[in-house]
């Protein structure tokens, strides 16, 4: 019996007196206090003992958006410009929110990100503009114009319609011209808008599947992504109706009357207000005032981006108080775009006719989302940590407000066009919490 015992107390002495020399290594003094935070790098490891959480606030600033479409001329001639030739786009800050928890060997995540509106416009005068094509021969020759192609081409349309009674080949646009040298140069103004969020969810196996330097690695994921890019473009051009004859001598100019305007063969337009009298020299309708006219089209779009996406995150390296880290992301997506187009042709004097036109349509289409991301952080403590990256996103198949004049195909049809891409680059900086 004696045996049996000092078999089982030995050992069991032996056992309390190391744990008691360990824990007497790691007391110090109380006049000796640890002289910065340190940082175990344990963070890291999945904690199978309950759920660990973190949570990250960024500021989000884009950098640099480049969206690219199919777009027409605003105006043909000397002075031809079209939404590819606008500045930069000019972005906001934004922000995003980011928190997880992981359990076991899993990690969900939450992250919503907004990366800022974006803008760009320009203001410029430009040349006479003509609306048909006997005056760009005639008194507007050198000149811009409007045709088909361009934007505005109901008032082409008005304009070129065949000369009968109430309709004679008159040389029409915007002063100055040959005959009119001495009106004010037409206005040309744009303006473009873009809005990107994203939300996300994500669940993510919390162990490496690719380890990299100091301990790091990359991890595996699938989420569920729902985004929105939303873009509005704007276009106007404003000056002084011109009208030249090119009847017999002594003929009155008719400028577009209310008839060719709203012509299904010619502008194709409905009367909104004013007394409908259309767009005149001031000859024909005996004031002597020309029509100061401002046409404008509007075009506003919405993609509704639904579906999933794989994932690869994690510690590329691991080093002293610094972690490095990376993101891949990629999916194939369901892009539910809207798009509408409203147009107004306004008299600004005289009787205030205004005419107009709007469209509208919808559509469902497979597009892709994805992109790559750097970080950096710097571990205050093993709770708190300073980061900062940098990301790259691309975005297909999009609707994009500048292209849409492409999808009117006719009086009274539209569909929207989904020709669009986008490359989106943002920084970002921001403090994560763990605990």
Known sequence: MVARLQCLVVPLAVLLLTAASARAQDVRPAEQPASEP???????????????????????GTVHAKLTTDTRS?????DTASFNDLPDLSCEDGYRLKGNVRLGNWIIEGVYS????????LNESVDGVAFNASALAGNWTGR???NASTYFS????????????TTPADQTGLGPSNSFLNDTRPLLMTYMHSDFYMAEANIKWADYIVPTFGGGGLRLGVGYVSADLKENAWVALSGSFADVTNGAPGTATLGLSNSVLTSYNG?????YSGGGTGFSDGTNNGTGIPSQVLFTHQATTSNHFNGAQLLLDGDLV?????????????????????????ETY?????DLSSYGREFSDSCHHVAFLGGVGLNAGYHLTDEITVRAGYEVLYLSNLALAPEQVNGIAGPNVYHVQMNGTAVIQAAHAGLEIAF
């Open 267 to 271: 502008g194709n337009l409905a009367l």
């Open 114 to 121: 907004y990366y800022g509106g974006c803008s760009s416009w």
């Open 38 to 60: 340190v940082w175990t790098g344990e963070a890291s490891v999945p904690n199978t003992s309950g759920p660990m959480w973190d949570f990250q606030a960024d500021w989000l």
């Open 74 to 78: 605003f105006i043909a001639g000397p």
């Open 144 to 146: 811009n114009s409007l």
């Open 154 to 165: 109901p008032i082409f349309s008005a304009a070129s319609l065949p000369p009968t009674a």
């Open 318 to 342: 691991k080093f002293w108080h610094m972690d490095i880290g990376g993101t891949f992301r990629g999916g194939i997506f369901d892009n539910f775009a809207e798009g509408r187009i409203v």
């Open 346 to 350: 306004q008299e600004m004097n005289n």
